[in-house]
């Protein structure tokens, strides 16, 4: 049983700036008001959220090293050539806490929520240090089709059936076994196995979703989220029965714009870039105005409420009392969580 995805949020909204774009802060980055949430302490070790910028890309290097070394290993078994994929531990993460600010209108007016655009951006995208260069793409281009199926799925492991895919909204299991010479990799250095998806943790990832459900919807909170929902309404922008809904709904059209660009490889220019599934540009440059657009208003509304405060003070009053009533579960599950990491 893994973290839903609202309990993923919460504890990552404490965690990091951006669960999906930005690197964490480290402690000396973080602004001096953003403070560690009760739950998400049992958290940041394991995931480095303990460690300055610099020891991350550090730590991110000498694992990717030593994986991409298993692989090798395990793919020259298989029969086939490979040459450890060892990229900058800089593209894994691109920003740095300190440029990660989306409760700065600076930052908001020029990047809204960080979805379409977002700092480091254009560096990726110009070719700088951050550029992907696969390794291994000339020696898989000189294989024949059939070829270059094994040697993907020796590399990743077969496909799923369809009937084995999970329901949507459903997070897809890993199992190191099906996973090719990566799952070996990861098995092999002890990292295979999550503690989140283990028998022994289970009830207690079961209470941590059922505590997260319940506190969205807690009295506290959602009074809280009525406030910033009305002054939206006011602001001409009704429909947001929730902060997050906000966010989420520039999510969903970029995610539509996605959807919309067919098979790759179509030879249909303003759909597609350099042979990749991208949306029309002038699409993603009108909804990255209107991105910003919304989060100005919903900056503007968090400040006229006092959101980030009020809500901060429920949650973490909340967590400590989760924690307090499931310690030594929670100490059992970072001392798993700190031997894989």
């Known amino acids: 049983m893994r973290l839903s995805s609202r309990a993923i949020t919460a504890l990552t909204t404490t965690m990091c700036a951006s669960a999906l774009l930005a690197g964490c802060a480290s402690p000396e980055e973080a602004p001096a008001d953003q403070k560690e949430s009760p739950l998400s302490a049992f958290f940041a070790s394991a995931y480095g959220g303990d460690l300055s910028q610099e020891e991350q890309e550090k730590k991110f290097a000498e694992d990717e090293r030593e994986r991409e070394e298993l692989v090798a290993q395990c793919m020259s078994e298989e029969g086939f050539e490979y040459s450890p994929n060892v990229q900058s531990a800089s593209m894994s993460m691109p920003v740095s806490g300190d440029e990660w600010d989306p409760d700065s209108r600076e930052w908001v007016a020029q990047y809204g929520y960080g979805m379409i655009n977002y700092p480091g951006r254009d560096d990726m995208e110009s070719g700088g240090e951050g550029e992907y260069v696969d390794a291994n793409a000339d020696y898989v281009a000189s294989l024949s089709e059939s070829e270059q199926q094994a040697f993907n799925e020796a ?17 897809m299991e890993w199992d190191w076994t099906t ?32 505590f997260y459900e319940t506190m969205m919807t807690s009295p506290e909170l959602t009074g809280i989220d009525a406030e910033w929902s009305s002054c939206m309404a006011d602001a001409g922008h009704p429909g947001f029965s929730a902060q997050m809904d906000a966010q989420t709904s520039i999510n969903e059209e970029m995610n539509k714009l996605y959807e919309s660009t067919g098979e790759i490889g179509t030879t249909d220019d303003t759909a597609m870039t350099g042979g990749m599934g991208m949306p029309n540009q002038a699409e993603m440059d009108a909804l990255g105005e209107k991105e910003i657009e919304l989060a100005l208003v919903d900056l503007d509304c968090r400040e006229e409420t006092d959101y980030r405060q009020k809500q901060q003070e429920v949650q973490f009053a909340q967590e400590q009392q989760f924690v307090d009533d499931h310690k030594t579960e929670l100490e059992a599950f970072r001392a798993d969580l700190e031997q894989g990491s």
């Open 155 to 171: 590399l990743h492991g077969p496909m799923p059936d369809p009937e084995d895919m999970p329901a949507e909204g459903e997070p």
């Open 179 to 210: 996973a090719g010479c990566y799952g070996w990799a990861e098995n092999e250095r002890g990292t295979a196995e999550d503690p989140s998806t283990s028998d022994e943790h289970k009830p207690l990832m079961d209470a941590m979703n059922t």
